[in-house]
C-alpha cells in the first residue's frame, strides 16, 4: 500500500509499498519488479536483442528506402547522409558513415551548424548535395518545402526520422513511426533505432544476394553498431521498454567490448569504471552534445567515425573541454533567465538577444525542474530572429501548442515531442506570443511529486543489494530508476564540491553511514535545509556503485529530505 509524504521542500513524496515491511533482498527485488508491472520476469531481466528485433519491412516505407539504398550501393552511386547536431543525428549519420567506410562505399555528409543552420534539411544543402542520392536521418519528416524542391529537382531523398507528422511530405521515402499511415507499434523508436533496422535490412538482402562474395568483403557484425543506438536511445530520452530496452541492453554490451575507437577514448577519461545508462545519459552524451551546442557537431561525428586512436584521444579531450565550456555558458544563463521568471504564470518563458542559441535547450530543462512548470527559452539573434527551444511538464503536451501557434501565424516553424520541443519566431512576435501563451497554457496545478519504490533501512544496502537491482537495468525513461526513502539519518557532515553540488554522510542509529551527492542544490531550498537542518531525517534518492582508487563503493544521489516519519 503507497503512502504520501510532504517533504521539507514542500514536495509529494509517492512511496509504493509505504507500510509493508519487506524482505531484503528477496521481497525487494519482486517488489521492483511489480511497481514497474512486469509480469515476465526471466524475458525482462534475461533481455535478448534478437527476440524483440522486428522485420525491417514491417515499417511503410522501409522497403522503398532500401530497394533505393541498395541501388546507390551496387552501381557506386555517391550518397550522402544529411543528419542532425544532437546524439540521435550524430549517432545515427555516424552508423551510416561506419557502415559505408566497411562496405567501401562512396559518400559524405553534412549536419548544420546550429546558430548558423538552424536544424533539419534546407535548400541549400539539398542543392549542394542533389548530385547524388540523399539520407536525412533524425531530420527531414516536416520539411515539406525542401523536400518539394527535392522532388522538382529530380533529386532523391530517403527520410528515416522519428519526430511527429501532421502530413507526409513528398519523397523516395519517409520511414517514421509516426506516419499518419503508420500501425506498427514502436512510436518510441529514435532515429537511431530506425537507422539501426535499415541497415539490418540493407545487409541481410546484400548477404542474400552475394554481394560480400562479389566485392570480397568480409560481412559487417552489425550487431556491433547496437552501441551507436544505445547512445542515441538513452541521450533522445525514449522510453527503454521492449526493442528500446534491448538496443540499450546489448549496446551497452558493445560498449564494454571497446570497438568504436571514439567511445573507447571517451571511456578512457571517465573516472568511473562501470558503464550503465546513466554513464551515458551523464558523461558520453552531454559530451556528444556540446560540439553541436557551442561549436560544430563534426568534431563529435569524427570521434564516433575515426579509425585512429591517437585522433580518437585528441577528439574526446576536445570535446570534454567543450562541454566544461557549455556548462559555464548554461550556468550564467539560468541565473539570468531566473531573474526573469514570473511566479504568476502557469508558464515559464524568457528571452535574451545574448544568450547562446546552443543551450537554451538545457536552461528550459533546467528551470522546469526548479519550477515544475512548462519552460520556453528562446534566443534572438541579431536580426531580430529568435530560435526557442521548450521543455514541458508530464500530462502537458507542449508540441501540440507549438503547432498552435504556427497555425495562428504567430510561431514560424517548429515542432518536436509533447515533453522537448522547439520553435522559430520574429521576434516581433514575442508579445504576441506571451499573450497566446497565457490563454493556450492551461493545466491543473499539482505539487510537484518525487516517486519512490520502498523504505529501505541503510543497514539493509549492500553490494549484494545493488546486484539484484542492477539485474532491473539499463534504466531511463520508461524504466525508472529504482527510487527509495531511507528512514532514520542523521547529517554527520555537509560539504559544498565543485561549483553549485552539496556532498553530506548520512548515519543510522547503528552508525551504519553512506556518502550521499545532491546535484546542483546550492542556492536551493535543498541545499540550504541539507547545510543547516541536523535534526533526523529520511531521505529520497536513488543508489550506484561507484569506484576510487580500486575500492568499489555504494552512493545515494540525494533528491530530497524530510522530517523523520
Not at 334 to 340: F, G, I, K, P, T
Not at 458 to 466: A, E, G, K, T, Y
Not at 524 to 542: C, F, S
Request: glycine share 8%; charged share 25%; net charge neutral.
Amino acid at each position: 500500500m503507497s503512502c504520501k509524504i510532504v517533504s521539507l521542500t514542500q514536495k509529494v513524496w509517492d512511496v509504493q509499498e509505504g507500510s509493508t515491511p519487506l524482505k531484503i533482498p528477496d521481497d525487494l527485488f519482486l517488489t521492483l519488479l511489480k511497481n514497474r508491472g512486469i509480469e515476465k520476469i526471466n524475458e525482462f531481466v534475461n533481455v535478448s536483442l534478437s527476440a524483440w528485433l522486428p522485420d525491417p519491412f514491417e515499417f511503410v516505407d522501409m522497403e522503398k528506402a532500401i530497394q533505393r539504398i541498395i541501388k546507390s550501393i551496387v552501381s557506386g552511386e555517391k550518397i550522402t547522409i544529411l543528419g542532425d547536431y544532437d546524439v540521435d543525428g550524430v549517432s545515427s549519420t555516424a552508423l551510416f558513415i561506419n557502415f559505408f567506410n566497411h562496405l567501401g562505399v562512396d559518400h559524405s555528409y553534412h549536419i548544420p551548424h546550429r546558430a548558423e543552420e538552424g536544424y533539419g534539411l534546407n535548400i541549400n544543402n539539398i542543392r549542394r548535395y542533389g548530385d547524388s542520392l540523399i539520407i536525412a536521418v533524425d531530420c527531414g519528416s516536416s520539411s515539406r518545402d525542401e523536400l518539394h524542391y527535392a522532388r522538382s529537382q529530380n533529386i532523391d531523398v530517403v527520410v528515416l526520422d522519428h519526430h511527429k507528422m501532421s502530413f507526409i511530405p513528398e519523397a523516395v521515402a519517409i520511414v517514421n513511426p509516426h506516419r499518419p499511415d503508420e500501425k506498427g507499434q514502436y512510436k518510441n523508436l529514435c532515429a537511431c533505432g530506425l537507422v539501426f533496422l535499415c541497415i539490418w535490412g540493407i545487409h541481410k538482402i546484400l548477404s542474400q544476394n552475394g554481394f560480400y562474395d562479389a566485392k570480397k568483403i568480409k560481412e559487417p557484425d552489425v550487431m556491433e553498431y547496437t552501441d551507436l543506438v544505445a547512445l542515441a536511445t538513452v541521450c533522445d530520452v525514449v522510453d527503454l521498454v521492449g526493442l528500446n530496452r534491448a538496443f540499450v541492453s546489448h549496446g551497452i554490451q558493445m560498449i564494454k567490448r571497446r570497438k568504436n575507437l571514439g567511445i573507447d577514448a571517451m571511456i578512457s577519461i571517465n573516472k568511473e569504471s562501470e558503464i550503465t545508462s546513466d554513464t551515458i545519459a551523464f558523461f558520453f552524451g552531454p559530451r556528444i552534445n556540446a560540439a553541436g551546442r557551442i561549436a560544430s557537431a563534426d568534431t563529435s561525428l569524427k570521434l564516433l567515425t575515426t579509425r585512429n586512436p591517437i585522433e580518437a584521444k585528441k577528439l574526446a579531450l576536445q570535446l570534454d573541454e567543450l562541454n566544461r565550456e557549455r556548462q559555464a555558458i548554461e550556468a550564467q544563463i539560468v541565473e539570468e533567465a531566473s531573474d526573469l521568471v514570473d511566479e504568476n504564470l502557469k508558464f515559464i518563458c524568457s528571452w535574451n538577444e545574448n544568450w547562446h542559441v546552443g543551450v537554451v535547450g538545457i536552461v528550459a530543462g533546467r528551470l522546469k525542474e526548479k519550477y515544475n512548470k512548462p519552460c520556453i527559452i528562446i534566443s534572438i539573434d541579431k536580426n531580430g530572429d529568435g530560435k526557442a527551444s521548450c521543455r514541458s511538464i508530464a500530462g502537458f503536451d507542449i508540441a501540440d501548442v507549438i503547432n498552435k501557434g504556427i497555425a495562428k501565424g504567430i510561431i514560424t516553424s517548429g515542432g518536436g515531442h509533447a515533453l522537448a520541443a522547439g520553435f522559430s519566431i520574429s521576434a516581433k512576435k514575442i508579445n504576441e506570443l506571451m499573450d497566446f501563451l497565457k490563454a493556450e497554457i492551461k493545466y491543473e496545478v499539482t505539487p510537484h511529486e518525487l516517486y519512490a519504490d520502498c523504505f529501505l533501512p541503510l543497514d539493509s544496502i549492500s553490494m549484494h543489494l545493488m546486484k539484484n537491482i542492477s539485474a532491473l537495468g539499463p534504466f531511463g525513461m520508461g524504466n525508472r530508476h529504482p527510487k527509495f526513502v531511507i528512514p532514520n539519518l542523521k547529517i554527520t557532515s555537509v560539504r559544498i564540491i565543485g561549483q553549485n553540488h552539496i556532498q553530506t554522510t548520512l548515519k543510522d542509529n547503528k552508525n551504519n553511514t553512506i556518502k550521499a551527492i545532491s546535484f546542483k542544490s546550492v542556492n536551493t531550498k535543498l541545499g540550504d535545509i541539507l547545510l543547516n537542518y541536523r535534526a533526523t531525517v529520511d531521505v529520497l534518492g536513488g543508489l550506484s556503485v561507484g569506484e576510487w582508487k580500486g575500492e568499489k563503493y555504494i552512493n545515494l544521489f540525494l533528491e530530497d529530505i524530510a522530517e523523520c516519519a
